[in-house]
């Protein structure tokens, strides 16, 4: 009879900030700590989590890399009484895009990203060199495979010379940014590669925004058939924590002879493929409780909360607490003014009309109305007495003309030095409402 096995990983979706070294070490170890809690074998966290993703030319600082590696060291300590698997920027010949492996409060292993990204808003091969290192952990007699985010877009990649050496689980950590229905693609994708290694696979992502990017989540666990049995929520912060037994796998593959017939590749022939063991004193957890796979969001839904995000995550991670709108009584900025007011709260939104002579009470009813409805602080600042002075020193200029586009185009400047002047004075940022 075939010994059960069982392992309990923690998948750890945090939203860190780049180039916050202190506060994200803060961040992965809250998560460590919380992941002890729940008896956790081992915690997974997402692509250059310890840096932020992506942290583009601050890897070009090599004072940057030391104190990320300074940092590290937190992280390794804290891997007592559990394995921890955390991206970072490794320096060796050159600079890594790296997945640490620690345990024990040691360094056990490291993984360099093997493909690295350079096309839409990636440009991993200006920072990275690719990695030529292939480590197989085992943890309670269990094979682990890591690998790192556009490793798994490839067939032929990692994740397959890792299922040919006996891997039962294969972990793959991301920095994988949002589009509209990216999910449904992506998670075809690693289904597929889930079913062709008849293995279980991790996947763990970011959550949050940067800059420009948004990270949606979704976390999961895929079984050998490429079904997920584990999801973590759209666009938050979670832990999933999932108990996977990989005693089927064996069986799987003796039936599929996929693999036996793949031989090593180039990619496989210019691998170091190294063996780690880590040693696990504690007694198997108890089963956890089981839940159902948290439901994605989709659609509208899903593009809603990704503006909410990535709106938040800007202002915040750039030290903003306030912002101001311009309201016109009209679609764009009613949009946006919702979108602040759900992503930082109404208090901290403030609404600004600037009526002219050629404002229609309606638009200025509609802009009081909206603003009363989402329990914004409305100011209203008429701005002819600005449109007078304008048309005054310009008459000189403009005498024998006709007044058309030039002298209508004055008066959105007008309200956009007014919005930044409020700016400037209180600290607060500018939401621009020109297209919705």
């Not at 010994?3 to 070490?25: C, F, K």
């Not at 940067?210 to 912060?237: C, K, W, Y």
Request: proline share 6%; with cysteine; aromatic share 6%.
């Amino acid at each position: 009879m075939v010994e059960r096995r069982s392992l309990r990983l923690a998948l750890a979706q945090i939203n860190p900030t780049v180039g916050d070294l202190p506060g994200n070490t803060r961040l992965i170890l809250d998560w460590i700590d919380q992941a002890k809690a729940a008896r956790a074998d081992l915690i997974v966290f997402p692509e250059l989590a310890l840096t932020g993703y992506p942290p583009e030319d601050l890897v070009l600082k090599p004072s940057f890399i030391d104190q990320n590696l300074q940092y590290l060291e937190q992280v390794v300590a804290a891997s007592r009484g559990i394995a921890v698997i955390t991206g970072f920027v490794d320096r060796r010949e050159d600079v890594y895009n790296a997945a640490a492996i620690a345990h024990g409060g040691e360094l056990r292993g490291v993984y360099h990203k093997i493909h690295l990204p350079n096309y839409g808003v990636f440009d991993e091969e200006r920072y990275f060199r690719p990695g030529r290192r292939c480590p197989i952990v085992e943890l309670r007699g269990i094979k682990l495979g890591i690998t790192i985010c556009e490793d798994a877009w490839y067939g032929d990649g990692p994740m397959l010379v890792q299922a040919r050496h006996g891997v039962e689980i294969l972990i793959n950590i991301n920095g994988s940014p949002y589009h509209r229905s990216k999910r449904e693609t992506r998670e075809r994708m690693i289904a597929t590669r889930a079913s062709d290694s008849r293995a279980y696979l991790a996947w763990v992502n970011l959550a949050g925004g940067q800059d420009e990017l948004v990270f949606d989540g979704n976390s999961a666990m895929f079984d050998p058939e490429g079904r997920i049995i584990q999801r973590a929520p759209s666009f938050e912060e979670s832990l999933l924590v999932v108990d996977v037994d990989p005693s089927a796998v064996l069986a799987e593959r003796l039936h599929d002879p996929r693999l036996r017939k793949v031989t090593a590749g180039p990619l496989e022939r210019g691998l170091a493929i190294t063996q780690i063991t880590l040693k696990s004193s504690s007694p198997p957890p108890p089963p956890a409780s089981v839940f159902a796979a948290a439901k994605p969001l989709t659609g509208a839904e899903e593009v809603y909360a990704a503006l909410l995000v990535g709106t938040r995550d800007y202002i915040h991670k750039s030290g903003f607490q306030k912002v101001v709108v311009g309201l016109s009584g009209g679609i764009d900025s009613a949009l946006t003014a919702a979108v602040a007011a759900d992503a930082l709260g109404p208090n901290n939104v403030i609404g600004v009309a600037m009526p002219s002579r050629y404002t229609s009470k309606a638009s200025e009813h509609d802009a009081a109305e909206l603003a009363a409805a989402l329990g914004l602080e409305l100011i209203v600042i008429p701005i002819d007495p600005a449109r007078r002075s304008y048309e005054e020193m310009l008459a000189g200029p403009f005498a024998g003309t006709e007044s058309g586009l030039a002298e209508e185009n004055i008066q959105p400047r007008i309200r956009g030095n007014l919005l930044m002047a409020l700016c400037n004075k209180f600290g607060y940022l500018l939401l621009t409402t020109g297209n919705k």
